[in-house]
């Protein structure tokens, strides 16, 4: 094995991008760069200069489509996610590329592989409380899914202490139960029609209304075309505000740790 450096992760990342790309438009799979990706691409035609991931989004419709069929054509490439494994720490989906090795944020910490995310956006409530009450609740079930699997790292003794406690809770469960209950709440207005959606299984807590997606234009990214939202504008704008804005020096910063390694 050889440790993977910054650049070799890029394009490892980019290599597994092309792979959904190219799925997708098989089987009329609908996708789109999200988040940093999109936001790179808009501003940089690229990753962020201090960004190392990629990130994509689907409708739900779309996301079981995928999750349901990807695996049955790949061999290198795989997808995991709660939904395929029950005892799966993440709510949301990632493509492994399985001739690598990552683990984060080091070899103490989860086995994984090189991968890129996709963050699946369900119906948000009509109801702004509803929609907060559901933030609320996947909040609660990520802090008591990140104390499962040990990924809390207080830095403070009473909190030290505190994780302690948790964990002893946390683990009368089983692994990939609080990861379950994420995707359930997510689904909650799956068979309503609503105006909105929202992301129910990461971190962010926007909304945007589904005229976003009525169309798909294609964007540049590292020098290769991929599909962004015909309301991209709207879709950063939800993300970052003022996203052609750049932030502070300091902030400037990754925020992900981990080892990289080619089998």
Same mark, same amino acid.
């Given at each position: 094995m050889h440790e993977v450096d910054i650049n070799e992760l890029k394009?490892?990342? !980019?290599? /597994?991008?092309?792979?959904?790309? %190219?799925?997708?438009?098989?089987? =009329?799979?609908?996708?789109?760069?999200?988040?940093?990706?999109l936001l790179g691409a808009?501003?940089?035609?690229?990753?962020?200069?201090?960004?190392d991931d990629i990130d994509i989004g689907m409708l739900r419709k779309d996301y079981d489509k995928f999750l349901a069929i990807f695996n049955?054509?790949?061999?290198?490439?795989?997808?995991?996610?709660?939904e395929i494994s029950s005892n799966c720490y993440y709510p949301y989906a990632k493509v492994l590329d399985t001739n690598t090795i990552l683990y984060e944020p080091d070899e103490n910490g989860i086995k994984l592989s090189i991968n !890129?995310? /996709?963050?699946?956006?369900?119906? %948000?409530?009509?109801?702004?409380? =509803?929609?907060?009450?559901?933030?609320?609740?996947?909040?609660?079930?990520?802090?008591?899914?990140?104390?499962?699997?040990g990924i809390l790292n207080p830095n403070i003794w009473y909190k030290k202490i505190?994780?302690?406690?948790l964990r002893c809770f946390v683990l009368l469960f089983p692994k990939g139960y609080f990861?379950?209950?994420?995707?359930?709440?997510?689904?909650?207005?799956?068979?309503?029609?609503?105006?909105?959606?929202?992301?129910?299984?990461?971190i962010t807590r926007m909304t945007c209304n589904k005229r976003v997606f009525d169309?798909?234009?294609?964007?540049?990214?590292?020098?290769?075309?991929y599909p962004a939202p015909v309301g991209y504008d709207e879709w950063l704008t939800q993300f970052y505000g003022d996203y052609m804005q750049l932030p502070p020096v300091e902030k400037r910063v990754s925020h992900h740790s981990f080892k990289a390694y080619m089998k």
């Open positions: 394009e490892l990342q !980019i290599s /597994i991008l092309d792979v959904v790309d %190219a799925f997708c438009r098989s089987h =009329k799979i609908k996708y789109w760069l999200d988040s940093g990706t808009v501003r940089h035609q690229g990753y962020i200069p201090w960004d049955n054509e790949n061999n290198r490439y795989k997808v995991i996610s709660n !890129i995310d /996709i963050f699946v956006y369900d119906n %948000a409530p009509n109801n702004k409380e =509803k929609c907060i009450e559901m933030y609320n609740r996947r909040d609660l079930y990520n802090f008591l899914n990140l104390g499962q699997f505190a994780k302690q406690i990861s379950s209950k994420i995707v359930k709440n997510s689904k909650k207005y799956k068979h309503l029609e609503t105006v909105s959606v929202g992301n129910f299984t990461s169309s798909f234009i294609l964007v540049e990214f590292e020098g290769k075309k």
